[in-house]
C-alpha cells in the first residue's frame, strides 16, 4: 500500500469510533454532537497542519483554504456527519481526498469544505449547510421551522450551545466566493462500479428527491375487544401506503422508501391511533418523483376516508434533479485516463451538497467502489489503493480547472 493510501485508511479508522463517534458498533455523529464536534476538531487540524487557513462558519461548516484573498480556488470536499447507524467512508472520504490534494499539491488553491448536517440525521433535513451557503435556507427557518428530532429545539439554539453565532448564518455564502469549480469525491453507495470491475466514475447527473412526513390520526381502541369493522387503525393505512408506494415508484421509474414508521401509543393491545411515517422518493427525473408523491398522496386521502381516518403531510425538504458541469465532468475524466483508468459516467442515486452548489459553481463528483455496494452501514468499505486513485485524478483535475487563473 502507498503512503498515501495507508495514511486514509488509518484515519478513516480513526474516526470511524469513539471519541469520534458517538456510539462504539457504529458510526453515529450528526450536527453537533460530542462525536461531530471532534471530527470536525480533528480534521480542521489536519487540513491546518496541510497548510491550509481554517474556519467555521456561522452554521459549523468548516473550511480551510491557501492562495491569495480574492484568488480563484478549486473546492473539494464533502462532510462529517453520518447516518445515526453509519459506516466511515460516507463524506470521510471527501475530506481525505481534500487533505491528500492539498499535501500532494503545495501551490495549488484549493478550498477544503465539509458541509455541516449533510446527511439530515440530527435536524431531518439533507444538505444543510450547502443549503444555508446558498441562501436557500435562512436564519428565520434556522430559528423556528427547522428543529432537532431528538428534542424538538430550533437548529439554532443548538448551534448556539456549540459555538456557532448563527445569527450571521448568511455570511456562510463566502465560501462560495472566488470557487471555480467544485469536486466532491465520494464512495458511490451502490455496486454498479464492483460489478462492471471499474475502479472511478464521474458523476454528470444527480437524482432529485422530495422527503416529507405522513401522519395518519385514527382512534386507540382495546385489540381485542373492538370488532374490526369498528376500528379506524392508522397503522393500517400506513401500510396500504407502504405498498401502493412500492407500486407507484415502479410505475414512475423512481425509487421510494418509508424508512421509518412510529405507531401511537404503539402497546401489542392497543389499535394504533396514530402513524407517522416518512416519505423518501428519488429519481433522476422530477416528473417521476412528483408524480409518485402526488399519487401517494391522493391515495393516502382516499383511504383516509374510507377507513375514518385523518391525513397530514408534511414536506421536509426537495431537491430538483441536477446536471452537472460538463468542463469539471471532462476534466476529471481526462485526469483519470491519464492514471489508466477509463471511468463509468454516473447517475447519482444518492443526494450530495453537490446538487445545490451546481447552481452557483461549476461541479462533479468522483465516485469510488464500495466493497458489496455497502452504505449508511457499519459495513461500508473501501479498497484504500482507489482513495488514493482519487487523490491523485482530483488534483490532476484541479490543475486544470485552475488553469491560467492562479492568483
Ligand atoms: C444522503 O446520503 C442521502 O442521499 O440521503
Ligand atoms: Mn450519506
Ligand atoms: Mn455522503
Do not use: K
Not at 19 to 31: G, I, L, M
Not at 117 to 122: D, I, M, P, Q, T
Not at 245 to 273: I, Q, R, S
Not at 348 to 361: E, F, I, K, N
Amino acid at each position: 500500500m502507498t503512503a498515501v493510501a495507508e495514511r486514509m485508511a488509518a484515519t478513516a479508522e480513526l474516526l470511524s469510533a469513539p471519541p469520534f463517534s458517538d456510539r462504539d458498533d457504529a458510526v453515529c455523529r450528526y450536527a453537533f454532537t460530542p462525536g461531530f464536534a471532534a471530527t470536525v476538531d480533528h480534521v480542521g487540524s489536519l487540513l491546518a497542519d496541510a497548510g491550509l487557513r481554517v474556519r467555521r462558519d456561522r452554521a459549523g461548516t468548516l473550511w480551510g483554504d491557501r492562495g491569495a484573498p480574492g484568488a480563484p480556488r478549486v473546492g473539494v470536499g464533502s462532510h462529517l456527519d453520518s447516518v445515526r447507524r453509519g459506516g466511515r467512508w460516507d463524506g470521510v472520504l471527501g475530506m481525505l481526498v481534500a487533505l491528500e490534494v492539498a499535501r500532494a499539491a503545495p501551490d495549488l488553491p484549493v478550498r477544503a469544505v465539509a458541509w455541516v448536517e449533510e446527511e439530515g440525521a440530527g435536524f431531518g433535513q439533507l444538505l444543510l449547510g450547502s443549503r444555508i451557503a446558498t441562501g436557500a435556507v435562512d436564519a428565520d427557518a434556522l430559528a423556528t421551522a427547522i428543529r432537532a428530532l431528538d428534542d424538538g429545539r430550533p437548529f439554532t439554539e443548538h448551534a448556539r450551545a456549540a459555538g456557532m453565532p448563527t445569527a450571521a448564518c448568511t455570511e456562510s455564502a463566502a465560501i462560495l466566493d472566488g470557487m471555480v469549480a467544485w469536486i466532491e469525491p465520494h464512495i458511490e453507495q451502490a455496486r454498479v462500479l464492483e460489478d462492471t470491475g471499474t475502479r472511478l466514475g464521474v458523476v454528470d447527473r444527480i437524482a432529485g428527491f422530495v422527503q416529507g412526513e405522513l401522519v395518519v390520526e385514527g382512534r386507540a381502541d382495546h385489540a381485542g375487544a373492538t370488532p374490526m369493522a369498528l376500528r379506524r387503525d392508522a397503522g393500517l393505512l400506513a401500510a396500504e401506503v407502504m405498498l401502493r408506494l412500492e407500486e407507484l415508484a415502479l410505475t414512475h421509474g423512481a425509487v421510494a422508501t418509508v424508512g421509518d414508521v412510529v405507531l401511537t401509543p404503539g402497546a401489542m393491545n392497543v389499535v394504533p391511533a396514530r402513524a407517522r411515517l416518512t416519505l423518501d422518493i428519488r429519481g433522476p427525473h422530477d416528473a417521476a418523483v412528483l408524480g409518485t408523491l402526488e399519487e401517494v398522496l391522493a391515495f393516502a386521502g382516499e383511504r383516509a376516508v374510507a377507513r375514518g381516518l385523518r391525513t397530514d403531510y408534511r414536506e421536509r425538504s426537495r431537491q430538483p434533479a441536477t446536471v452537472l458541469d460538463t468542463g469539471v465532468v471532462d476534466a476529471l475524466a481526462d485526469a483519470a485516463r491519464v492514471e489508466g483508468i477509463e471511468p463509468l459516467r454516473m447517475v447519482s442515486g444518492a443526494a450530495h451538497d453537490t446538487m445545490v452548489l451546481a447552481p452557483y459553481v461549476p461541479s462533479a463528483m468522483l465516485f469510488v467502489p464500495c466493497v458489496d455496494g455497502l452504505s449508511h452501514d457499519p459495513g461500508e468499505a473501501v479498497d484504500p489503493a482507489d482513495a488514493a486513485l482519487a487523490v491523485r485524478v482530483v488534483t490532476r483535475a484541479a490543475h486544470t480547472l485552475i488553469g491560467g487563473r492562479d492568483g
